[in-house]
């Protein structure tokens, strides 16, 4: 930072003997160019340092001590929105109005004692117009009494911590149905756009909110490098993190979100659509929100609104450069309306505060949360007994061991408790329709399209019976026959929905065999009746009516 003498550079001498006074110094010069350095001599006296500052209102020794704590530099944005403007005035006005007499704003009255100062810097996110305190003055200026930075928000009362929801493991049971869902080949049916703009198979995940929807999860498992460049799981590393105890598993996740420059929140937040080519990063922001909960005492319930209101008052750019609100093109995706300008901080910068609490946060296991009443949005928050272990990307203790069988029923219906092997889920989803899932199990049917898409894949029924006999508690004898024939076989029987061709007289239907409608039949089932192939039947219609045959067409 510039000295003192550096810092008053281009001060007129009037602004100089204003400074002087404020000082209760003697001092005279013929002009700035004489009198600045001898101004300076003045003010680097430890003792009259002391005095001025003792004498500083409230709020202006506030806003010292805060670029202090700041190692005496703050964005020049920041410290005046905090403390308010410095009034731009001539000599002429100035010396009317003596401003310094009556400071408005505690940035006004450091400004006129020469206790801040302001100029532009190079600075690791590119040139920033900072306030400053001037480096030979820093070491004179005493340090706040308790040298402690308070807590940002305060304690959350009883009725905002009424409904508890605790940070549990689930998200290593999403990433298994994940993961099993982005290794299946792609089907005729609906597809779930995947997070990096392909799609995935139809997956159901945990309907609360609270759990990442599957696009997120994708982008972490994509940042934890078990993805290739078409989003389909690596064997090698997948089959590590499935087989790896839950707490290894779940400190693998802490770790990459807590390293990832991927793993974007600002662009992966619901009700928020980023466009442009400007780029945030993740990482600053993740770091200073971090910084910012080290400052809650542990095993505490915090207020996250006022959490969040702190943030804002004494730390709005923590994912800013330079304080900059205007270059970043964010709209709002209900209302169209683009979020420029700190007016909207609320909706993007608190959001993501808000967001990475109950998202990520609450997701790895670190926060516990808690709402006034249930399905209500989260109010409070506090350290997980899992917190300190995760954070310094250690595996907890007291994860439960994944041991439970899978239940088969000679139906072909399955169920896989939650606590299976992760390995054997993953395995038995490729070799089954998904049904449904419940709090602690999910469900699956096997069918002869699932076992031929298995088989697509390099997948036997050898592999399957095998799975079943590793950790099923128990598999129907009749299941495993039927099993067996299929592999030796194939599909046996076989219910379908066909459309039918009926006409009056089977002299009728060599007619309509021998004219341009044949293409569109198939086997007769008697001597006036004969399949239509799917999706023909309109066209058959047309070509009888040119035939001069009416008919009708019911589909049910």
């Known amino acids: 930072m510039p000295d003192l003498t550096q810092s008053l550079q281009g001060r007129d001498l009037g602004h100089l003997r ?6 209760g110094l003697d001092f005279d ?9 001898r101004l300076a001599v003045l003010l680097l006296d430890r003792q ?3 005095e001025t500052i003792g004498e500083l209102p409230s709020g202006a020794r506030q806003a010292l001590n805060d670029l202090i704590q700041h190692d005496g530099r703050l964005p020049w944005a920041l410290f005046t929105r905090r403390y308010g403007a410095v009034r731009e005035m001539g000599p002429g006005k100035r010396d009317r109005e003596r401003p310094h007499r009556k400071a408005t704003t505690p940035a006004e009255a450091l400004w006129y004692r020469a206790l801040v100062s302001r100029a532009f810097f190079e600075t690791p996110s590119g040139p920033d117009e900072l306030a400053f305190i001037p480096d030979d003055l820093l070491p004179f200026i005493p340090a706040q009494a308790d040298g402690k930075a308070a807590p940002l928000g305060r304690a959350a009362t009883p009725a905002e911590r009424a409904h508890v929801i605790p940070a549990s493991d689930r998200i290593l049971d999403d990433a298994c149905t994940l993961l099993a869902a982005l290794r299946l080949p792609p089907s005729g049916s609906p597809h779930r756009e995947s997070a990096n703009g392909g799609s995935a198979p139809p997956l159901a995940l945990h309907p609360s909110t609270l759990y990442p929807p599957p696009s997120t999860l994708q982008s972490l498992l994509n940042s934890a ?5 078409a989003s389909i799981p690596l064997p090698d590393p997948t089959r590590a993190f499935l ?3 839950r707490g290894e598993s779940l400190a693998m996740l ?6 990832s420059a991927m793993f974007d929140e600002l662009r992966l937040m619901p009700g928020l659509r980023c466009e442009g080519d400007w780029q945030n990063d993740p990482l600053r922001a993740r770091q200073a929100m971090l910084d910012f909960l080290s400052t809650v005492e542990a095993n505490k319930w915090w207020c996250l609104p006022a959490f969040v209101a702190d943030i804002r008052q004494q730390h709005p750019d923590f994912q800013r450069p330079a304080g900059d609100y205007d270059s970043w093109f964010i709209r709002d995706e209900a209302s169209g309306d683009y979020l420029r300008g700190f007016e909207h901080w609320n909706e993007v910068d608190g959001a993501l505060i808000r967001y990475m609490i109950t998202g990520p946060l609450h997701w790895l296991g670190i926060l516990d949360l808690a709402a006034h009443e249930p399905k209500a949005a989260p109010t409070a928050f506090r350290y997980s007994g899992w917190a300190a272990a995760l954070l310094r990307g250690e595996a907890p203790s007291g994860l439960p061991e994944e041991k439970e069988p899978i239940t088969v029923r000679s139906d072909a219906r399955l169920r896989a408790p939650r606590l299976a092997p992760r390995t054997a889920r993953y395995l038995l989803s490729r070799f089954c329709e998904w049904d449904t899932e419940e709090t602690d199990a999910y469900r699956y049917r096997l069918t002869p399209a699932s076992l031929a898409r298995a088989r697509q894949q390099g997948l036997t029924v050898a592999h399957l019976l095998a799975l079943l006999r590793r950790h099923a508690d128990a598999a129907p004898p009749s299941l495993l026959k039927a099993l067996e024939r299929w592999d030796q076989r194939g599909t046996e029987a076989r219910i379908e929905t066909t459309t039918v061709l009926r006409l009056s007289s089977p002299e009728m239907l060599q007619i309509v065999r021998g004219s341009k409608a044949a293409r569109f039949l198939g086997d007769p089932l008697g001597p006036t009746t004969v399949i239509v192939k799917p999706g023909a039947g309109e066209k058959v219609m047309a070509i009888l009516a040119e035939m001069g045959y009416l008919g009708d067409l019911k589909i049910e």
């Open 18 to 23: 204003i400074i002087a006074d404020l000082w």
């Open 243 to 245: 087989e790896a105890p």
């Open 254 to 259: 802490v770790r990459t979100w807590l390293h």
């Open 29 to 37: 010069a013929p002009d700035a160019r004489v009198g600045l350095p």
């Open 48 to 50: 009259r340092v002391v």
């Open 225 to 229: 490098t078990l993805l290739d460049s």
